[in-house]
């Protein structure tokens, strides 16, 4: 028992004399100020070995000796290129480029790839390869095969053409990836590189010539690095490269230079390089991609910059990005979308240097009600970051979670091999990654600032949203400094939106009306109403309001909207002329505004479309939530036109849409119907939700409905002043000219 009890009196001991120790340290530590942070460690980069070929190929060796492995990368470099109406097909050559050589098909090339057990892919750029190094010399003899000699065969081009097409197809299904593609449209430029959109109709105009002419003009050998990575020595690899490339010397391309300069290429054309950069420009703008139904949009801020990686302010400039929204959870938009407002699973943001064009961007995910708030919170730490210095605690955090990414990017070997390339292209200082911790912690906050009044730019921001039109135009016209339009509206493609219908025979636009007509209790029953009072409860911007509204025969109209007892505005039309009057005063409606009242003076327009309307026609068959539609488009006398939507199984009008100018700005109006019931035989809507106007999205409610209480025509008076008629006075020339005879 004593023998037990010893270890424990021992341990006991221990503990006692430890926390006499730890008193005896505190009382002489002063915790009052945090420990001043050590020096960032030396960063110690695997040495590279580098030489140029007479051909011009410049090659690059990273020696690794711990696996029996060697990656070879192919790199061809040049600036980028616009490819105009046959846009994609930069990316189908990338494709085709292992598509077969003119000694191999593309079966035998999987073949031996797979019988070593190795892996080829290839890219608009060259190739990589990795494999076993005893496999390496077989490998290099294709490499310089697909590199030197490929085929681009025809049944291989046609079978990438479909595959890229089925990709343009599910680009329609898939919002993230019409956020990307719209978004860089919108941000470059569509003419712009780094903006083309590839489409259906430019996949269609690609041919063999363009593939063959691209790989001529662009992969050669004064154009591209080879770079090994792995078990081989610098020895080998110039063996290697001298073997498999030295007598790469491929014939010139045969070209068209214009007078101004611009080579024309065979198939290709003209080829338009990037010679400026696109930067900041234009006031804020929003652009929609609708997606009927959607329950989330998917939001992207974005704006392009001039921002070289050899730039002193890139690295200030990523902390900068880190702290805003680059990764770490505390970054402020994470922090504000997510952990406060409980928006988002996530809310990112990108700041990406380039030596031909960087840019910025943001992106999330959001629930449709939250879309407008999401953008503006998005805006609003934007701009924070410029108007505000960082705090010291933001500033450790972000460069400890760069450090940290950094040195995990060392373990791999192909890192040294990325940072190599990467210092020559860019032509950045030799010591730029040795120095990049030392760089890192000397980031102050007053250089993040300073980097964020450089590169961000919230007011020529481009705002892309993807997600249900029905519910956002309104509140996105709101975040737009853009009159022309408000709201750009664009397709998955990045092509302005134009609704697609379907041709519809042996109907024509008033068979739609009178079917309509006979739906909802027939003209006869229409016709027996000779005076109409609507009493409609709403809430507008939060505030609950009691609609009147009164028709008389021949379209006379009344309508008095009360909030409380008072009156909001009260709106008269009697046939000839109208009035509004609010609080703000009595304004005599004229013109649009006029031609507004005269169309809607009935509750079923339709009945009076051969006096109201300039005519009449039938748009064509479309879908409206899953139901098939049929469109009927009101062209007015002002000039404006209503499109109203009818659904085909039961010729119920389902929704209208309007463009209405009011207090000197443009509105698209979406009118909703449903809820039918009957008064005076006639089926009238009574639920109708009006989204797009003035006062936002207001919900409708008809609580009554009275028919033919005998109105008369001075309930609808204007009580406007009569119009004072001015004569006409004929002008006088008071100078004329000088030898002129003067009219008698």
Known sequence: MNRRMKPIAVRTGLSAGLILLTASMNAQLNRSTPPAPSAPPQVNLAQHAFFTLPNGLRVIVVENHKLPKVDVQLRFDHAPLSQGDKAGFIDLFGELLEAGTSKRSKAEIDELVDSHGASLNTSPEGL????????????????????????????????????????????????????????????????????????????????REQIVTYHAKFFRPENGYLVFVGDITEKEAKALAKDRFGKWKPAPVYTVVADDGTESLPGIGPVRFLKEPKTPSGARRVVLVDRPGAAQSVIRVSFPLNLHPKDLRA?????MNTILGGGVFNARLMQNLREDKGWTYGSYSSLESDRFNGHFHTTANVRTAVTDSAIAETLKEIDRMRMERVTAEELDLAKRYMAGSFARSLED????????????????????????????????????QAAAEAFLHPDNAVIM????????????????????????????????????????????????????LAAIGGREAIGRIADLRMDIEAEMMGVPVEITQWYGPDGLFRSVAKSNGAILQEEAFDGERAVRRSPMGEQE???????????????????????????????????????????VVAMLPDGGSVGDYYDEATWLKLRRVEEKQMNDRSYTIITEYSDLQASGGVMFPRSIVQMGGPGGDVSLTVKAITINSDLKPAFFATNLPERKEVPYVEPVEENPIEGEPKEE
């Open 128 to 207: 990589y390869a990795s494999m076993l190094k005893k496999h390496l010399d077989p490998m290099m003899e294709l490499i310089a095969e697909v590199v030197t000699s490929p085929a681009f065969p025809a049944t291989e081009l046609e079978k990438a053409r479909r595959r890229a097409l089925s990709g343009v197809e599910q680009r329609k299904d898939d919002p993230a990836a019409i956020s990307e593609t719209v978004g860089r449209a919108m941000t470059f430029g569509r003419s712009h590189p780094y903006g083309e959109v590839t489409t259906e109709a430019s996949l269609r105009k690609v041919a």
């Open 315 to 319: 690295l200030p400039a990523q902390v």
């Open 413 to 448: 070997p192909r890192t040294v091999a990325r940072f190599a390339m990467n210092t020559y292209l860019n032509e950045l200082p030799k010591d730029h990654y040795a120095t990049y911790l030392q760089r890192l912690e000397a980031v102050t906050a007053d250089d993040v």
């Open 465 to 516: 949203v993807v997600g249900d039109k029905r519910k956002l135009l309104a509140k996105l016209e709101a975040l737009s400094w853009s009159n022309n339009p408000k709201v750009i509206e664009l397709d998955h493609n990045a092509e302005r939106y134009v609704e697609q219908f379907e041709r519809v025979t042996g109907i024509t636009a008033q068979d739609v009306i009178e079917r309509h």
């Open 589 to 631: 409606l004229e013109d649009r505004d006029l031609g507004n009242l005269r169309f809607n003076g009935h509750p079923v327009p339709e009945v009076h479309y051969a006096r109201t309307t300039e005519r009449v026609m039938l748009a064509g068959r479309t879908q409206l939530d899953g139901k098939p539609v049929l469109k």
